[in-house]
């Protein structure tokens, strides 16, 4: 607040005053990385331009003003499917704009080893699943149905001796499902031994040899 006076010699003094507010915005906060798809835990740097500046976020969507955690070493670790909404506030400040970011995260499809191939007769082959994502479930079928929450678990290598198909996904508790990995596997069948016409044996006469093979 400002207040002056004019003074002039024979006239009466004469006083007025204005008041000035300074408003001050705080900065936005930045983030190492924004929202999209991932196939791994990050973690994302959270900083303000502005000195003093307190940050407060969420990880499910809510307001980070009302419903906020305290940032208290610049780094927030994301290590599912998250909503995040990050502000910066400062005593006797407006409040920063909410940056929202949405980060999805998504299950590696697993590999099948071997893949798809043929089996010898009377061959046994074990099939192996895996998967690059940590802590990920695999569930698999046998039948060539797609895979549910309700088929087999992973485990243990798979001997397989006939035509089969696999079909295996991935799945983590706050991720999405991988994608169906399927690997085929047919069986070698045996061809029929050929057959002699007339049978092997101790003939008088010449005898026309007839060979053929059931298919």
């Known amino acids: 607040t400002i207040k002056a006076i004019t003074v002039k010699s024979g006239l009466t003094d004469n006083y007025s005053q204005a008041t000035y507010n300074i408003v001050r915005t705080v900065a936005t906060p930045s983030l190492s990385k924004i929202g999209g798809s991932f196939y791994d835990e990050i973690d994302v740097e959270v900083d303000c331009a502005t000195d003093g500046a307190s940050i407060y976020y969420t990880t499910n969507g809510d307001d980070p003003l009302t419903a906020g955690t305290l940032l208290e070493d610049g ?5 599912q499917n998250t909503t995040l909404r990050v502000i910066a506030t400062k ?9 929202l970011e949405v980060f999805d995260f998504y299950t590696a499809t697993p590999t099948i080893t071997p893949g798809t191939s043929s089996i010898e007769n009377n061959e046994t082959i074990n099939v192996t699943l895996s998967c690059s994502t940590k802590d990920a479930m695999i569930y698999y079928t046998t ?7 309700s088929s087999a678990v992973y485990s243990e290598p798979i001997a397989i ?10 799945s983590k508790t706050g991720w999405e499902n991988s994608q169906i990995a399927t690997a085929i596997y047919t069986e070698k069948g045996i061809v029929q031994a050929p057959t002699f016409t007339p049978a092997g044996g101790t003939y008088t006469t010449s005898q026309t040899l007839n060979i053929s093979c059931e298919a």
């Open 143 to 149: 039948n060539g149905t797609d895979p549910t929450t």
């Open 91 to 99: 005593e006797g400040w407006v409040n920063s704009s909410v940056v």
């Open 75 to 79: 780094t927030i670790h994301i290590a």
């Open 161 to 170: 001796s006939t035509s089969t198909v696999i079909k295996a996904y991935a």
